[in-house]
């Protein structure tokens, strides 16, 4: 797909089928998030987790469920994306560096097909509440391991469809002419 198709038809999906991502598509996923200038060189301090267990995906649904009332955050999506760091990565960069990944990610989803979200607030969430991150605990994962962001991703019965662009950031241009 050209690459201005992929901008015009990308979106945030919230619905998803039951059918599996297949590894191929996984491992061109997470190949996009590793291909992100990180600050620094630091690419030590950060890891990507390819969730599919449907065990850990149901303990996410009802972590978040009981601490904010707003149900599934990844919507039923069959893959999660986890995107961490560890506690060595440069905490002013973490949320930057997180979120190139992420976009990376979720714009190579858009690329083969599939639907994607970029998804931040159930880890602030499950992040800062006592007693929460039982999903995360469940994964077994190197210890100092934080989640940053992630990207759910699945097979959607939402059409992707160009969206006319509409202007909606101020950009001013500095040419130096009088």
Known sequence: MEFDHVLAVRSSVRRYTDEPVSEEEIEKIIAAGERVPVGHFDFKNYAIAAITDKKILQLLAEENQALSGRGDPI???????????TPEAR??????????????????????????ICIYSFIRTLNSTEGYGRYFQAMH???GLQPAMAVAVGHTPVPQRERRLVPRIKTFRIDGKE
Do not use: F, W
């Not at 999506?77 to 995107?83: D, K, S, V």
């Not at 002013?92 to 994607?116: C, F, P, R, W």
């Open 141 to 143: 994962l190197p210890e």
């Open 75 to 85: 919507y039923g999506a069959p893959l999660l994306l986890l995107i961490m760091s």
């Open 91 to 116: 905490a002013d960069s973490i949320k930057l560096n997180a979120g190139i990944m992420a976009e990376n990610m979720h714009l190579k989803a858009v690329d083969l097909g599939l639907g994607s």
